[in-house]
């Protein structure tokens, strides 16, 4: 049942005049029809659109905790805590929320204290320092002990880089270690460091 939109008197569904004021009926139906209509083809875009952001917030929220993860590489936001030069030790200083320093970060490369005499395997001796330290890396990368140190320092040459595995007590040590090291590193071989006086 529809009212009459002139009258308010009842009308039967499809009455194209009201029999009570003669106001037409039809055109309201038609109208109300209608807008049922359009509702109808509306409804498929607004559900389309709620998908879209849905799936757009889960997005969202999935790279924001990736990104603040801490269990990846360095992010951006990450980078604010790098390891910066300290002023007395030379190595990596990290910096607290609070601005406090903390204790420099251990390096993955053995240092050879200035006074200590004793045996090693050498592995590269080069001028270039660059090349040098990659290969220190690697060797101390794949569980060796290794290290670098100025040939200057140590009466081991002018001008050299050397990159060394391992610190021994007797010479036969470094000579096993060194026979041990042959076939990755060709050319390796024991050596005594001493401090240069």
Do not use: H
Request: aromatic residues 6%.
């Amino acid at each position: 049942m529809t009212n009459c939109p002139r009258c308010g008197e009842p009308a039967e569904p499809g009455q194209l005049v009201c029999l009570e004021c003669g106001g037409r009926m039809a055109l309201k139906q038609e109208d109300e029809d209608q807008g049922r209509r359009r509702t109808l083809e509306r409804l498929p875009a607004v559900a389309l659109l709620l998908c879209v952001v849905v799936i757009g917030a889960a997005a969202f929220g999935f790279a924001l905790s990736e990104l603040t993860d801490g269990d990846g590489d360095s992010s951006a936001a990450d980078r604010s805590s790098e390891p910066k030069p300290s002023a007395e030790t030379g190595g990596p200083q990290t910096e607290t929320d609070t601005g406090e320093a903390q204790q420099p970060a251990r390096s993955l490369l053995l240092n050879w204290p200035k006074d200590l005499t004793a045996y090693t395997v050498v592995i590269v001796s080069s001028s270039d320092r660059p090349a040098a330290k990659r290969v220190a890396e690697e060797a101390a990368r794949s569980g060796l002990e290794a290290g670098m140190l100025r040939s200057d320092d140590f009466n081991l040459g002018t001008d050299l880089w050397i990159v060394f595995a391992g610190r021994f007590d007797s010479q036969e040590s470094a000579e096993r270690q060194a026979a041990n090291l042959a076939e990755r590193y060709p050319g390796a071989y024991p050596t005594q460091v001493k401090p240069a006086s």
